[in-house]
């Protein structure tokens, strides 16, 4: 039985915000490595490719081994190697160096966020999406941080002096050594309890079919954001001419107003049910979508809040869905949703260059605007167990199958 901790959540939604902080910091300080190295494009986008299967893709496998045995260390060894290896960019002479520290950091990042999804699920109590938010919002706020503290440091300090990021993560990681005990007891007990509730023969296929159809909503999910955030700039930027600040305060506003969408209404969902929020979520989100491209002015920081509030609203909703669906292997679910699922929709944004080549940036932003209706299409045929409990996933799964 999982019993309500914020103490707990909160600290472990620190170390998430501190992890993301160096994963958002990357794309900022790339520009400062690619003029020291003299890199080319290609090579700087070939860094930022790296980072992201790092990061993100491979994150099922840190999940695997977190399910096998108790690896309560990947949370302070995680945000150290994440801290570490962006602290330190600023000190090799060489494109070599530079990629293995962000490997490194990568890595780090992965390593984190699976164990921290688990162990955050043993403290959430019986509002799972509740609790489950505290721990989200620290790494959205970590992600938008990131950017913002790296280029502080750098204006005012000096890029030399990027090893001082490097503190956050020595912080969290003597914050999380003096709450050892109490992060590191619920798990075995909690994990027997699995074993004796969930059937070890087989695993439903309908709960297969249903995570699969979860991983392709949040691909979309992310596919969708990530693509607003790329080509927003370039729409106002390159194509209108237009004031490049202004695009940056609407990337902004989308940003924010999904970290509000995480707070504010993702705990909706355990009154409402998981899959009806995220239905209804998308159905406003496909109704609000066409409207970006008939405001003006404060609109259209409008519409995209509102856009942002509906997407981030579901962050939360979908990593407790998938961990339903797979209550013996919580880190395999959280690296398969917060990882490879969100990694694969980054991905898919480069479709999108294909397309603005071809056929203009107006077209490829108006295609973004298709996928809430495949987001709203997927969570509708998805089938899934209401109001079940993270040790009761696969049981009560098979009694609504029967």
């Not at 990530?226 to 305060?249: C, E, Q, T, V």
């Not at 856009?307 to 962050?315: A, D, H, I, M, R």
């Not at 679910?333 to 397309?355: D, M, P, R």
């Not at 203009?360 to 209706?373: K, R, T």
Request: some cysteine.
């Amino acid at each position: 039985m999982r019993q309500y901790n914020l103490r707990i959540l909160l600290l472990l939604s620190l170390g998430h915000m501190v992890t993301d902080i160096y994963q958002g910091a990357l794309p900022a300080i790339l520009p400062y490595i690619k003029d020291n190295l003299s890199l080319s494009y290609t090579v700087s986008g070939f860094i930022l490719m790296a980072a992201n299967f790092t990061s993100s893709i491979i994150q099922p496998l840190f999940g695997f081994f977190s399910d096998k045995s108790k690896k309560p260390l990947l949370l302070p060894l995680g945000c150290l190697c994440a801290g570490a290896g962006l602290s330190l960019l600023a000190m090799p002479s060489s494109f070599t160096m530079v990629l293995a520290l962000v490997i490194l950091s990568g890595l780090g990042v992965a390593s984190y966020h699976p164990e921290g999804y688990k162990t955050a699920s043993y403290f959430t109590g019986e509002k799972r999406v509740t609790g489950m938010t505290v721990f989200s919002v620290g790494g959205n706020l970590g992600f938008a941080l990131g950017p913002l503290i790296s280029l502080y440091v750098i204006k005012y300090i000096g890029f030399s002096s990027l090893y001082l990021m490097g503190m956050p993560s020595l912080i969290f990681v003597i914050l999380i050594f003096f709450y050892w005990r109490t992060v590191t007891t619920p798990q075995g007990s909690l994990d027997e309890n699995l074993k004796q509730d969930v059937p070890d023969d087989k695993r439903i296929e309908g709960a297969y079919l249903s995570l699969s159809l979860i991983i392709a909503f949040v691909m979309v999910r992310s596919w969708m954001q990530m693509g607003l955030m790329s080509y927003i700039p370039f729409y106002y930027i390159n194509y209108l001419h237009g004031d490049p600040l202004y695009a940056g305060k609407l990337v902004f506003t989308l940003l924010l107003s999904s970290v509000f969408g995480t707070i504010a209404l993702a705990p909706l969902a355990d009154k409402w049910g998981h899959k009806r929020f995220l239905v209804l979520s998308m159905l406003l989100a496909t109704l609000v979508s066409p409207l970006f491209f008939f405001a003006k002015g404060l609109l259209m920081f409008a519409v995209l809040g509102i856009l942002g509030v509906l997407v981030g609203s579901t962050f939360t909703v979908t990593i407790v869905m998938a961990q339903s669906l797979m209550p013996k292997n919580l880190g395999i679910a959280s690296g398969l949703i917060v990882g490879f699922a969100i990694g694969a929709g980054g991905v898919c944004v480069t479709l999108l260059g294909v397309v603005a080549d071809h056929y203009g940036v107006p077209i490829a932003l108006n295609s973004v605007m298709i996928l809430p209706i495949v987001a709203l299409l997927l969570s509708i045929i998805l089938k899934y167990p209401e109001n079940i409990t993270q040790a009761e996933g696969i049981v009560s799964y098979m009694k609504s199958d029967e």
